[in-house]
């Protein structure tokens, strides 16, 4: 480093400041002692020193854009008290995130938005006058987070906690629920008024949660889209959130849904197309599910569609009530199980700029696979903010890292790390996973993102 005349280079060693050299023909006029004269120098001036040799010898592992957004998910659970809200903030502040996608339809205990009953059960125990969504967006909104409502649409319970209030959607209406193929034949014979129909869905559904959340609503069913719709309504009415983050925007997989409405749906729908024959083998009245096997594209073809229906209204929905709340949503990142399983056509989507932001949920332990799934979806949302989101809950600090540099790569516009309940649990994760995350990702501070 040379000295305001130009000089002399000077180098940082263990606080002092060592003269290296006096340069050609100034050496003779340098006012220094001979070469490698140690001078001490102020606290100030050593502390100068060794940042500038720190930034010398300290590579930029991973770019850090400042307009990034930053998310992280909160479970509803974290939310049960005036104390427990202050603590989310916190942390969020603290660790470098400057949104929350905050959960508020917990597989469907809604009401408690609304400001009717059932409660959340975390929450019975809390005052009734307390409400944790507005206690979180006026916390987050005073230091600079944003607040994005996290909704799971279609996933509506737990089959292997079942709501505790009988005023819960499955037990009102178990009719609007999705139905497996291999159910179809048994449930097709009771009433879904009869108790059996629910608990032998829910059985099920326990024997398989490996492979199915839970208990899902049917996008083929015009009133349980009708009651989605509703609950919208309400929340942004209410509330003034910064965005509607929805989420189990799919089937559970391509053996989805045989209900009895579902199989109606899909008669009417073949009878309108002209194509309906009527073969004796297609009975309606006793074996509607052949028709599924009959008309296999037709069949596919009309769960994506009513899916995307579903969106459609839903956004209509929402930007209706408040314009300016950010519309986003999750996606199945392989585009080919989202379209043939899952039935989530997001390529139409983004085509019809149905999303401000999407949020693929690429949850694997290889960079290299999420990279590849995260340039995918780049690729084709043109009009759309592209948001990766990382299940860090399976993962260690430094593959999350990875990943995070990753998504920097592809351009993503954010990351979004799951979640907030997880990584700050010292039994599932190490007790420093998101101060890590802090000094290492988020060393350059981001802007609170404003209006996309």
Request: charged share 20%.
């Given at each position: ?6 000089d ?5 060693i263990a606080?002092?400041?060592v003269?290296d050299?006096?340069?050609g023909p100034l050496?003779?006029s340098?006012?220094?002692?001979p070469?490698n ?10 502390a ?5 040799t ?5 590579p930029a592992v991973?770019?850090q854009?400042p307009d ?6 909160v479970?509803d659970?974290?939310?049960n008290s005036a ?28 009401d408690?938005?609304v400001?009717?009953?059932p ?5 019975s ?7 944790p ?17 996290w ?6 319970a737990d089959?292997?906690?079942l709501?505790?209030?009988r ?5 009102r209406h178990?009719?609007?629920l999705?139905?497996?193929?291999s159910?179809?034949g048994?449930l097709g014979?009771?009433?879904p008024e009869?108790p059996a129909y629910l ?5 099920w ?7 199915v959340d ?16 509703k ?21 559970p997989?391509?053996?989805?849904d045989?209900s009895r409405s579902?199989?109606?749906e899909?008669?009417a729908?073949?009878?309108a197309?002209g194509?309906?024959t009527?073969?004796p083998?297609?009975d309606?009245?006793s ?10 594209e ?8 009513r899916?995307?229906?579903?969106l459609m209204r839903l ?8 314009p300016?709340?950010?519309f986003?949503?999750?996606?199945v990142p ?6 043939n399983?899952?039935f989530?056509?997001w390529?139409?989507w983004l085509?019809?700029?149905?999303l ?6 690429a949850y694997?332990q290889?960079?290299?696979l999420?990279?590849?799934?995260i340039a995918?979806i ?10 990766a989101?990382i299940g ?10 990875d990943?995070?540099e ?5 351009r ?7 979640s907030?309940?997880n ?29 996309l």
């Amino acid at each position: 480093m040379r000295t305001l005349k130009g000089d002399c280079v000077l180098f940082s060693i263990a606080g002092d400041v060592v003269v290296d050299t006096c340069a050609g023909p100034l050496l003779q006029s340098c006012s220094f002692a001979p070469i490698n004269i140690v001078v001490r120098l102020s606290r100030a001036r050593i502390a100068i020193a060794a940042f500038l040799t720190a930034l010398l010898v300290t590579p930029a592992v991973i770019a850090q854009p400042p307009d990034e957004v930053r998310a992280l998910w909160v479970v509803d659970r974290s939310l049960n008290s005036a104390s427990s809200v202050v603590a989310v903030v916190s942390a969020a502040r603290k660790y470098g995130f400057n949104t929350l996608l905050v959960e508020v339809r917990g597989h469907s205990e809604s009401d408690w938005i609304v400001g009717k009953t059932p409660r959340t059960p975390g929450l019975s125990l809390q005052s009734s006058h307390f409400d944790p969504l507005k206690a979180i967006i006026t916390s987050a909104h005073a230091v600079g987070l944003r607040v994005h409502a996290w909704v799971n649409v279609n996933l509506v319970a737990d089959a292997n906690d079942l709501p505790t209030s009988r005023n819960h959607i499955v037990y009102r209406h178990p009719e609007w629920l999705m139905v497996p193929r291999s159910l179809a034949g048994e449930l097709g014979k009771l009433e879904p008024e009869n108790p059996a129909y629910l608990g032998t869905l829910s059985r099920w559904t326990r024997e398989n949660s490996d492979t199915v959340d839970g208990l899902y609503l049917s996008p083929l069913t015009a009133e349980a889209a009708s009651y989605s719709a509703k609950m919208l309504a309400n929340l942004v009415s209410r509330y003034r959130i910064d965005g509607v983050h929805l989420d189990s925007l799919y089937y559970p997989d391509d053996t989805f849904d045989y209900s009895r409405s579902a199989m109606n749906e899909l008669r009417a729908s073949v009878k309108a197309s002209g194509l309906d024959t009527k073969p004796p083998e297609l009975d309606p009245a006793s074996q509607g599910m052949l028709y599924a096997d009959h008309y296999l594209e037709r069949w596919a073809a009309l769960r994506r569609s009513r899916l995307t229906s579903l969106l459609m209204r839903l956004r209509t929905t929402v930007k209706q009530h408040r314009p300016d709340v950010v519309f986003s949503a999750v996606l199945v990142p392989d585009k080919d199980d989202a379209l043939n399983l899952q039935f989530q056509d997001w390529r139409t989507w983004l085509d019809a700029r149905l999303l401000d932001v999407v949020c693929p949920t690429a949850y694997t332990q290889s960079a290299e696979l999420f990279e590849k799934q995260i340039a995918a979806i780049r690729k084709v949302a043109t009009s759309s903010k592209v948001w990766a989101g990382i299940g860090s809950h399976r993962l260690s600090v430094g593959q999350t890292l990875d990943i995070i540099e990753a998504a920097r790569r592809q351009r993503a516009d954010g990351v979004a790390l799951f979640s907030y309940e997880n990584l700050t649990d010292p039994a599932l994760h190490e007790i420093n996973y998101l101060e890590r995350i802090a000094k290492e990702a988020f060393r350059v501070s981001a802007v609170t993102p404003g209006p996309l």
